[in-house]
């Protein structure tokens, strides 16, 4: 069955700053692949998702880059700000109504 | 919309007994799923319906777990004789598979402990 992996496991930056996070999957029968942001207490809220007909989708300060050949997907967040601060997981699914694979999950801090 | 619904948000238990979570999906939302999320952990797959049919289940869902969604819109889980180990935050979340590519929408769960 898929896999999804992640780093880092913890992330730090002064605010202003941008974020990365990385992601590798397993199965070449994932082409759908979501980013979820969580905050202490809530469920994971969809950020920005991706399909595996495109290379990169940007979202106002986020932004996702996707190697199918590589099995490799990453999340990018410009100028963070304190309200950034959460754990964001990445995950994969063959489509967005299948089950999703999430990945273990990264805690961002943004320092002020 | 008003978004998925999740009750209770809290459950404190013994060990050994039973428990129900409902969930109430977003309206017109055609597929509801379960996910088990421990601490530090990302969430794991348990279950899906489309309608009322249940179509996948995880081999995490063992014989003590049991997922219904008798007229297609809201769904129960419940775990008879609690154990420890099923201390854990249950997601719900629904999607459409009829408008496109939707994505999944979660609830803020129900967080269960087993004293």
């Known amino acids: 069955g898929e896999n999804v992996e992640q780093h880092p496991s913890t992330l730090s930056v002064q605010e202003g700053d941008s974020a990365v996070i990385k992601c590798t999957y397993s199965?070449?029968?994932?082409?759908?692949f979501p980013w979820y942001k969580q905050e202490l207490g809530k469920g994971p809220q969809l950020i920005i998702d991706?399909?595996?007909?495109?290379g990169e989708k940007k979202d106002q300060r986020i932004a996702v880059t996707l190697n199918k050949t590589a099995k490799h997907f990453s999340l990018h967040i410009t100028e963070t700000q304190p309200e950034d601060s959460a754990v964001y997981f990445c995950?994969?699914?063959?489509?967005?109504?299948?089950?999703?694979?999430f990945g273990p999950g990264t805690s961002l801090s943004v320092i002020p | 919309d008003t978004g998925v619904s999740q009750d209770p948000r809290h459950k404190i238990t013994k060990r050994g007994q039973n428990v129900t979570f409902r969930c109430d999906p977003i309206?017109?939302?055609?597929?509801l799923y379960w996910y088990r999320q421990t601490l530090g952990q990302g969430p794991e797959f348990l279950t899906y319906?489309?309608?009322?049919?249940?179509?996948?289940k995880s081999r995490l869902l063992s014989d003590r777990f049991s997922a219904e969604r008798p007229k297609g819109s809201f769904s129960t889980l419940e775990i008879q004789r609690t154990e420890q180990g099923d201390s854990a935050m249950y997601l719900c979340?629904?999607?459409?598979?009829?408008?496109?590519?939707?994505?999944?929408?979660f609830g803020d769960g129900t967080r269960l402990s087993i004293l």
């Open positions: 991706i399909r595996s007909n495109v």
């Open positions: 309206s017109e939302h055609n597929r």
């Open positions: 995950a994969a699914a063959e489509t967005s109504y299948d089950k999703v694979i």
């Open positions: 979340a629904s999607s459409r598979t009829d408008a496109g590519n939707q994505p999944q929408h």
């Open positions: 319906f489309q309608n009322e049919a249940q179509l996948e």
């Open positions: 199965d070449s029968a994932s082409n759908y």
